[in-house]
């Protein structure tokens, strides 16, 4: 139905980058000071628990929540993904991983309250921002964008 979650709309390619979109956290990368932290991504259909999040890079599970992942990469970085069926988890704390390995099917788990299907994935990596490091949300629409164009391709 037009402008339902299930919109056909909400699922097409390209996706589009919400990470500075207006939101209530402290976001320092953004010119207002305030976003969303990451990235929603859809599957290529309003189904849940259809389409798997995978591990983004070789790392450590350091956290699972109630519908949420957090993975510590090899570089350092910290990848969550969250709205994830809890009962489709692949992995456990403490496990470490692959780069494309399966984590968990994506859903629209918010706790007590759904949200529409999506994974909401973000990246938290230390940066210098006016002469002191910290451990910040990153953008990373142009990753998302390079890896869709070599899925495109074929290659990995």
Not at 29 to 48: F, M, N, Y
């Amino acid at each position: 139905a037009r402008g339902s979650l299930c919109d056909e709309r909400n699922y097409q390619y390209p996706w589009h980058d919400n990470y500075c979109e207006k939101r209530p956290w402290g976001m320092p990368l953004c010119p207002s000071g305030k976003g969303h932290q990451g990235v929603d991504i859809r599957g290529a259909t309003c189904e849940k628990k259809k389409y798997y999040a995978v591990a983004v890079e070789d790392g450590q599970i350091i956290k699972i929540g109630s519908y949420s992942v957090y993975l510590r990469g090899k570089s350092g970085k910290t990848f969550r993904y969250l709205h994830l069926d809890s009962r489709s988890l692949k992995v456990k704390r403490g496990q470490k991983v692959k780069r494309g390995q399966r984590i968990g099917l994506v859903s629209n788990n918010m706790g007590d309250t759904p949200t529409s299907i999506h994974l909401h994935f973000d990246v938290k990596e230390t940066i210098v921002v006016d002469g002191y490091s910290q451990r910040v949300y990153i953008p990373i629409y142009s990753s998302l964008v390079d890896a869709y164009k070599r899925l495109l391709r074929g290659k990995p």
